[in-house]
């Protein structure tokens, strides 16, 4: 138990310099809202201390306890006879595994699971980069501003402004852009008076955008059936809206929506006709289950809060501050709520997928080097073990390859017992995952081969190491008698 604490020790101290500096490196690590300040503080206080000392101390006697209880109570006579490791481990092992071989076998089985876990997460948030969104991934700047008591001929002037800056190439306005972190809460009330089985039914809440003529070809998102917005639908009156395919879908599944009528408001609202379907495009996050979605006019329908969406020849986030002047040179009051692109948009609202694969991912890593000392660590306890089973091998004629092969015959088992224990493991670990993951299948079999074969390599050279050391073994040394 001495030498337990003494290691435990070390590894507590050890465990507080990397965990000092992990805690500083962290806030640069985390992605910010996109145009707000990021607030993210850590602290390394007394309540971190005390944790690390408690698990610390666990370890120490969970996992100290149990071999030094086993040193405690030796068989005398095997020992005197310097017979221990030859009686005790190749009689008894051939008999049943002892408890560090199933530590082992657990060790792989858990390790299996964090890297298949790990590979499918990782090939989900590299969907996230390359996946068709719904709207086509471009430079654009997006200013978000809300002025009181605005008018359209002040925000009309503000896209005249905009359209006039070096590097822009059109200008489009929307109260939200797509994954702009607050579009949750915009809705409209919706019936439909050609639906007359949903007459009985209380208005739909479908969530909505205003936005621009030009906003789709801004956005880059595709018209999939019937017009776009024009300038004649920007005049009040008349009353034309855009749906999304999954509205079209969900309402009108064996017709054609467009010409359909759909009522917005209560008894005072109005009749609007839909022109157009549009593709479906996420609302509030990446990953996000598709849900019914209309797109009004912007001016005709004139919101106080408005987003610019600048598409710009080059980088988007380079014209930030010049588009900040440009507001004032309109009016000094302006001030923009948040400046930011497209893309950080997109990359904040995947950061579930990459926060979960990274920290998968590390503890994945972590896990296999874990499992390949422990590897090490009992295969050479095993060797050290069988010193004398093993030159009486080589004494009577085993080869070096023969007392290789009988080694490696143990760690193969080991895998074998840890892979076979680890590959259910890792099905039940990705499926609780599912809805974590974006474009692949819990089950992806090309990457639960790959975590197989790379976690079979590290343990064939965790334990290549003490086998290799085995053949080393002089049979007059291993026979001479202590």
Sequence with gaps: MAENLLLGAAGFALSLAVGAALIRLLPSLILAPPGFHDTTEFHFDARVLCFSLAVS???VVLFGLAPAWKGARPDLIPALKGESAFAGASSIARRRWPLRNVLVVAQIAVSLMML???GVLARSFSNTHSADLGFARKQLLLVWMAADDAKPPLYRQIVARFEALPGVRRVAVAVRAPLSLSSNGMFRRVSFPSRPDLAGFPPFEIKYNSVSANFLETMGTPLLHGRGFEARDE????????INEQMAQRFWPQEDAVGKIVHLGGTSGKDYTVIGVV????????????EPYLYLPYWAHFEEEATFLLETTGDAAALAQTARQALKQVDRRLNPLTITTEGDLIRFSALQYQVTAELVGALGILGL??????LYGVVSYGVGQRTREIGIRMALGADRGDTLALVMREVARLGAAGLAAGLPLAMNATRLLSSLLFGVP????PTFAAATLVLLAVLLMAGFVPARKATGIEPSAALRVV
């Design 369 to 374: 080097l874990l499992t390949a000392v422990g």
């Design 116 to 118: 298949a876990s790990a």
């Design 442 to 445: 819990p089950w992806h079999v």
């Design 279 to 290: 593709k479906n495009a996420p609302i509030n996050a990446v990953g996000e289950t598709w």
């Design 57 to 59: 101390l666990a370890t």
């Design 235 to 242: 005049t009040a009156g008349m009353n034309s809206v855009l």
